[in-house]
């Protein structure tokens, strides 16, 4: 197939997908190769509520996630090119709010904590792409009060504390 006719299948694809799952595309940008790039749509007719999706260059999702009156609201997830998933966050009116998990290309877990009004709050855990603890960082109100680093065995290394 020729360059011009793959990207006219991939947008009569994509037209048709939306039209069977009640999304309407409000916006898509295509690679050059013609498969999507970013494709937006709105959700709900009467609701300022638009899912956006964007892609690697060889078709797999690369983020996801809902605006709500043009910022960024509710969970967001954002994939590694192999299509693993690398970051699942929330949003609530454009700053991070709630639980934030990253991921080592592996699947094993790299980071995990909480935000409040887009601010670091709580305990972070850091891990190594083994899986053993790596870190604990203590925040309050986006201030870190304190780290603990552990060793491959699980033993504390430093402690360091900044909060009185």
Do not use: A
């Not at 899912?51 to 910022?71: C, D, H, M, P, V």
């Not at 309050?140 to 552990?150: K, S």
Request: glycine fraction near 10%.
């Amino acid at each position: 197939m020729k360059k011009y006719e793959m990207k006219k299948f991939y947008l009569f694809l994509l037209f048709n997908l939306s039209i069977l799952i009640g999304q309407n595309i409000i916006y898509s940008k295509t690679f050059p190769s013609g498969k999507p790039k970013i494709i937006s749509y709105i959700v709900n007719k009467g609701v300022d509520k638009v899912r956006q999706e964007e892609y690697f260059s060889n078709g797999t999702l690369k983020k996801e996630g809902y605006y709500q009156f043009g910022n960024k609201q509710g969970k967001w997830k954002s994939y590694f090119s192999s299509g693993n998933l690398k970051k699942e966050e929330n949003f609530n009116n454009d700053k991070l709010d709630g639980e934030m998990i990253t991921w080592h290309q592996n699947g094993k877990k790299k980071e995990k904590g909480n935000f409040r009004n887009g601010k670091r709050e709580g305990i972070f855990f850091s891990w190594k792409e083994n899986g053993s603890l790596y870190s604990k960082k203590s925040f309050v109100n986006g201030l870190m009060c304190y780290v603990i680093e552990y060793s491959d065995s699980g033993s504390i290394v430093t402690v360091d504390n900044y909060c009185d």
